[in-house]
């Protein structure tokens, strides 16, 4: 059974940190290419960082020198560090499992992450 499971979400004060993990089981973890998206109130699901198996990293324009994408294959989880939080990053953030070129992905149930001005 495939499983992703995000913690680390809450509420912060402007200018704030949080740093959510994602654990995942039931995948091989060091295959996939993992994510982090979020999706704000009426908006769309968005991608906000991703890292290869090799770790390299690709983030949204928006949260470039902010966040940081990491992962421990060894454990089987990935790491959002977000820094200078803004109001404008309050949404669900998601956890996702993609194994590349191929349509197979895997999703978490989302955590809330709420930024107070």
């Known amino acids: 059974q495939v499983q992703l499971v995000e913690s680390g979400g809450g509420l912060v004060q402007a200018g704030g940190s949080l740093r959510l993990s994602c654990a995942a089981s039931?995948?091989?973890?060091?295959?996939?290419?993992m994510g982090w998206y979020r999706q704000a109130p009426g908006k769309q699901r968005e991608l906000v960082a991703a890292?290869?198996?090799?770790?390299?990293?690709n983030y949204a324009d928006s949260v470039k020198g902010r966040f940081t994408i990491s992962r421990d294959n060894a454990a089987n989880t990935v790491y959002l560090q977000m820094n200078s939080l803004k109001p404008e990053d309050t949404a669900v953030y998601y956890c996702?499992?993609?194994?590349?070129?191929?349509?197979?992905?895997?999703w978490g149930q989302g955590t809330q992450v709420t930024v107070s001005s």
């Open positions: 996702n499992g993609r194994v590349p070129g191929t349509l197979y992905e895997n």
């Open positions: 039931g995948i091989i973890f060091n295959i996939n290419i």
């Open positions: 890292i290869t198996s090799g770790g390299s990293t």
